[in-house]
């Protein structure tokens, strides 16, 4: 997630400075490659969270529902929303994109123009939802550490020592 947010503010500072004051872009054909290059740049960062991003939102939520009430930031609620709706997306998509890879003609390999431009258009489909991830990826972190700060109902309420014991009793 801290790679998608590098990538999305190197894109965001690419994007300022070639674009102008309406956000149209100065060369739009260099503007298309440095796109497609974030959008391959995001997915290759979400790829090793990918397989245990439900794990994550499943703990995440749990978590959430066991936090005082007073702890809990009101916007985590929206954010696991949109991290949950973002994920089945992208699982819809790359189930799309598999069909079409193997809908491909056997020449078609990574270097070769119909792969190339295959995974670009997957790429391009699946980036709102890799941002989605890198913008509220955070609440997940969050929310496990107010969980760790929260003290738990099951746990023991902390020892008195002696001295403690002996004025409580007075």
């Not at 929303?81 to 020449?107: F, G, M, N, S």
């Not at 955070?138 to 023991?156: H, V």
Request: glycine share 2%; no cysteine.
């Amino acid at each position: 997630m801290r790679d998608s947010k590098k990538i999305l503010d190197a894109w965001d500072a690419y994007s300022d400075e070639h674009t102008d004051l309406d956000d149209w872009p100065h060369d739009d054909h260099a503007y298309g490659i440095r796109a497609s290059q974030r959008d391959a740049d995001t997915a290759e960062a979400f790829e090793p969270l990918r397989y245990g991003a439900r794990h994550l939102l499943a703990t995440a939520e749990t978590q959430l529902a066991q936090l005082p009430e007073n702890t809990v930031q009101g916007r985590w609620v929206y954010q696991l929303a949109a991290l949950r709706d973002a994920l089945d997306r992208l699982d819809e998509l790359h189930e799309q994109w598999l069909e079409t890879r193997d809908a491909l003609p056997a020449t078609a390999a990574p270097g070769a123009a119909a792969f190339d431009d295959a995974l670009a258009e997957h790429h391009a489909e699946s980036w709102s939802y890799l941002d989605d991830w890198a913008t509220h990826g955070k609440a997940l972190r969050e929310i496990n550490t107010a969980s760790r700060k929260a003290r738990s109902p099951l746990a023991p309420a902390p020892a008195r020592s002696p001295a403690r014991r002996a004025v409580a009793r007075k």
